[in-house]
């Protein structure tokens, strides 16, 4: 059973670049959620889908990212223009309704480690 | 006050002995909890959701205290390859699916 599955797993770029994250969900999974994570700030969402369709965009840090999910299985971040701040881990997870109230949590792709000089 | 928090850490505990970390949370309509671990340079992984009983797996026993609105993880008889970081995770109250983290224990096993 394949897990969630980012690439790629580094990116370096220089600043003013744009990037391009990739997530697959696991199979059946039908919810996404796109997480920053910091030395300083921890884990925060950014922004989640349900069933394809964004639910949530409040913790997006501002225009330069966008995201969408094109399709049940697959979802993409990008940075336009990027700039050295947005250097982080970049997770993406997912996990099935109402698979919280079951007790499964949420499972995690590997991360895209970004760095931006 | 943070929703959700833990001692940051680190935690040094030899190795065998039992370590105990709690993690208190702010809003009392949360219903849903669980400890993740997250090792260096590693994506966090579900180690086992927390139940209103409390729940063993193995030499892990968590723990849900509702009236103080805290949880437990305790680990017994601990390993070396216990050491990784801690993340206490809650349910957003008004959101079925959505999770609240805290920042994390950092627990090190020494030989």
């Known amino acids: 059973d394949a897990g969630v599955i980012q690439s790629p797993r580094h990116e370096v770029t220089e600043m003013g670049q744009e990037v391009t994250l990739r997530c697959k969900l696991i199979?059946?999974?039908?919810?996404l959620f796109w997480y920053r994570q910091t030395m300083m700030r921890g884990l925060e969402l950014l922004i989640y889908?349900?069933?394809?369709?964004?639910?949530?965009d409040s913790g997006m840090p501002e225009d330069r990212f966008s995201a969408k999910m094109p399709n049940a299985s697959f979802s993409t971040l990008k940075i336009q223009p990027s700039e050295p701040r947005d250097s982080a881990v970049y997770f993406c997870?997912?996990?099935?309704?109402?698979?919280?109230?079951?007790?499964?949590?949420?499972?995690f792709g590997s991360g895209t480690r970004l760095t931006v000089v | 006050r943070k929703e959700v928090e833990q001692d940051p850490g680190p935690f040094n505990v030899p190795e065998g002995a039992t370590v105990a970390f709690n993690c208190t949370y702010s809003?009392?309509?949360?219903?849903?909890f669980f400890w993740y671990r997250q090792d260096c340079r590693k994506e966090p992984k579900l180690l086992m959701s927390?139940?209103?009983?409390?729940n063993e797996d193995g030499r892990f026993t968590a723990q849900l205290n509702r009236a103080s609105q805290y949880i437990s993880l305790l680990i017994r008889d601990s390993k070396l390859s216990d050491s990784a970081t801690y993340l206490c995770?809650?349910?957003?109250?008004?959101?079925?699916?959505?999770?609240?983290w805290g920042a994390g224990t950092k627990l090190i096993i020494k030989p």
């Open positions: 889908f349900n069933n394809n369709v964004p639910i949530d």
């Open positions: 997870a997912s996990t099935l309704i109402p698979g919280i109230k079951g007790g499964y949590g949420y499972t």
């Open positions: 809003n009392s309509a949360s219903q849903s």
């Open positions: 995770v809650v349910n957003k109250a008004d959101s079925n699916y959505q999770l609240i």
């Open positions: 199979s059946g999974h039908n919810s």
């Open positions: 927390v139940y209103s009983s409390g």
